[in-house]
């Protein structure tokens, strides 16, 4: 009997992979698709989960209607995580775009997060390198509760993580906006809140960056005028991919 082929790296760091999408998206769908192929997945796979964002109709005090969507999905996502019992979780924004020369790093780093405890990862290391610690032998940075990143393209979580914070942002969500107990935000922000209130917490960040932002046309910020005209917008998109090659 042929020897069962083990599990895509990804898989021995995290329980479950959780990629948040808007149904009318279908373009980052089939891009998102393309990028976890390059690391022996796809939305196909039975531990990767395709999870409907969260499409508001008004801010309610968020940045952006967009924003108020963002913040609603990753906590879905988190209460999904512990109604489920998933230990571990990735969870992928839909425009999440791998580095170049990821692959190779990858069963390096994942022994590395299966030896020690972590509460969140990031897939970079923010963009504040003058007070941004270096990384280690493994390339992960111990990130200092006061030092805030942005971007929550690629997020791995824990389930006691994700059970202690996710009612502390359904407590934002019922807050007034610039509550000084914290309110609506974006909720890359919201995190990096309760960081700084909870210094116990173990966050880590990956670095060199093993993930980025493909170039997209936005689902949080309101469309620029040329990604509302059907022609320019594909245009446009065409354009981003050349960029990013």
Do not use: C
Request: glycine share 6%; aromatic share 6%; no cysteine.
């Amino acid at each position: 009997m042929p020897a069962k082929s083990p599990d895509p790296d990804l898989l021995q760091a995290f329980t479950r992979i959780v990629v948040i999408n808007l149904r009318e998206r279908a373009d980052r769908r089939r891009e998102i698709d393309s990028e976890l192929r390059r690391a022996g997945l796809s939305l196909d796979h039975p531990r990767v989960e395709l999870f409907a964002a969260t499409r508001p109709d008004h801010a309610a005090g968020f940045p952006s209607i967009g924003a108020h969507g963002a913040f609603l999905s990753h906590l879905r996502v988190m209460e999904r995580m512990v109604d489920q019992g998933w230990e571990t979780a990735l969870v992928l924004e839909d425009d999440m775009a791998f580095a170049a020369g990821f692959a190779p790093r990858l069963p390096a780093l994942v022994r590395a997060l299966n030896a020690r405890d972590w509460h969140l990862v990031y897939g970079h290391p923010g963009d504040m390198p003058e007070r941004t610690p270096a990384a280690d032998a493994d390339g992960l940075i111990a990130l200092p509760p006061d030092l805030g990143l942005i971007q929550l393209h690629f997020l791995g979580l824990t389930r006691s993580f994700a059970q202690s914070v996710a009612p502390e942002l359904r407590a934002m969500l019922a807050r007034p906006e610039g509550s000084p107990l914290g309110g609506p935000m974006h909720v890359d922000g919201a995190l990096n809140w309760i960081r700084k209130q909870r210094p116990a917490l173990i966050a880590l960040a990956i670095d060199p960056q093993i993930a980025q932002q493909r170039a997209s046309r936005s689902d949080i910020a309101p469309p620029r005028w040329y990604d509302r005209l059907p022609l320019l917008r594909r245009v446009t998109a065409l354009l981003r991919k050349l960029r990013q090659a």
